[in-house]
């Protein structure tokens, strides 16, 4: 916690995304902190938290609308940052496993480290925002299909139809449980909040809450982040959502930096870069792949052509899930994924901090708008 107060300030001093510094900083003690049990489950608390807030801003009716838009950009991001890749790897002469594992690693954007700095940059309010946002829920309900053919494949079983069937099944029946819990269970929620003068109980039971819907989704071979995804819609019913907010934040707050610590002290660097060509790459294709999802797919969400190269620009970091899958590797292809999960996430953030300058040296500062104003009499 020391360290992190430290590295904070220091990022606020010289204006340097912070979460970079935590990073490196699980990389720093990644010698003494390495299988940390109570690392592990803050940072866990840390990011079902950032994510059950997140979801506590989508009812059920906006998720529809934005539903219908992103499966045009969702389905280009699989084909640019998984088919490609894989395409690219193969090329390389690595076997159809490793070409997919390597696939599934520089798929998914990282939904911590982009929704983190949309926190710290105040960048929840922009137009591009809930673009953003759908695309990461997509991807996060694609990953675990990911997660699973792979972990098929590397038992030596074959993953059959009815086990992707079984797996979508998993995830349509989660998010229909949030809906049905929001709508009947949870209806009269904001007036029972209201009885609870002690703000202790109300922190039990809110994160309770967020802790117990993602851990059902772990239970059932999910993401965590997907479940208190929607905990939080299940609870955005309520009304007067500032009352949650307000509860939770400062948790939140406290144990997520824990979560970028840990992420960095999971990544394994060993001596030497293997396959530095294919690394080198990737790395450019993957940030030009996120970009042009952002150009497209965003312009197909409905967004101009100026905030959707800023969206493309905001979502090139990996992490968590190309954790979860690098972890399946073993020997080389392991330390190279590790290697390029750290190289994307810092190229991924710098992408992200300098969003607004490159927008405005492509397209132009934006015109202010003047209004006329008529003077009453003229």
């Known amino acids: 916690m020391l360290f992190i107060f430290w590295l904070g300030f220091l990022g606020l001093k010289i204006n340097f995304p912070n979460v970079i510094l935590y990073i490196l900083l699980g990389l720093v003690l990644a010698g003494t902190l390495h299988d940390s049990e109570i690392l592990h489950f803050a940072s866990e608390i840390g990011i079902v938290l950032l ?6 801003e989508f009812n059920v009716s906006r998720l529809q609308d934005i539903a219908k838009r992103i499966w045009g950009a969702g389905i280009l991001d699989i084909v640019l940052n998984l088919g490609v890749v894989m395409a690219i790897a193969i090329l390389f002469g690595l076997d159809w496993f490793t070409a997919f594992l390597i696939g599934g690693v520089t798929y998914a954007t990282s939904s911590s480290i982009t929704a983190k700095l949309l926190d710290d940059r105040s960048r929840m309010a922009n137009t591009e925002t809930e673009f953003i946002l759908a695309l990461l829920i997509f991807e996060d309900l694609i990953a675990p299909i990911v997660v699973a053919i792979l972990i098929g494949m590397s038992s030596g079983d074959s993953f059959a139809a009815i086990d992707l069937l079984v797996l979508l099944g998993k ?56 479940g208190a995804f929607l905990a939080g819609i299940m609870l955005s019913e309520v009304g007067k959502i500032e ?22 002290t999971t990544v394994e660097l060993l001596n030497g870069v293997p396959m530095i060509m294919l690394l080198i790459i990737l790395l450019v294709w993957s940030m030009f792949g996120k970009i042009l999802v952002g150009i497209v797919g965003g312009r197909v969400f409905g967004l101009s052509k100026r905030v959707a190269f800023r969206a493309g620009l905001s979502i090139c970091s990996r992490g968590e899930f190309s954790v979860v899958i690098a972890a399946l590797a073993a020997g080389t292809t392991k330390v190279f994924s590790g290697i390029y999960i ?8 710098l992408f992200f ?5 490159l927008t405005n040296l492509v397209y132009g500062k934006p015109v202010k708008k003047t209004k006329s104003l008529k003077v009453p009499g003229n």
């Open 51 to 56: 994510f059950f807030l997140l979801g506590l």
């Open 243 to 264: 009352r949650i907010e307000h509860t939770v934040l400062p948790v939140k707050d406290l144990m997520l930096p824990l979560f970028f610590v840990y992420f960095g």
């Open 342 to 349: 750290i190289a994307a996430a810092l190229l991924g953030m």
């Open 171 to 226: 995830i349509v029946g989660l998010g229909l449980g949030a809906i049905l819990l929001g709508k009947f269970v949870f209806k009269g929620f904001g007036t029972f909040l209201d009885k609870i003068d002690d703000e202790d109980f109300k922190i039990a039971l809110l994160i309770g809450i967020a802790l117990t819907y993602g851990g059902l989704a772990l239970f059932l071979g999910l993401s965590e982040v997907l």
């Open 353 to 357: 901090e300098k969003a607004p300058q």
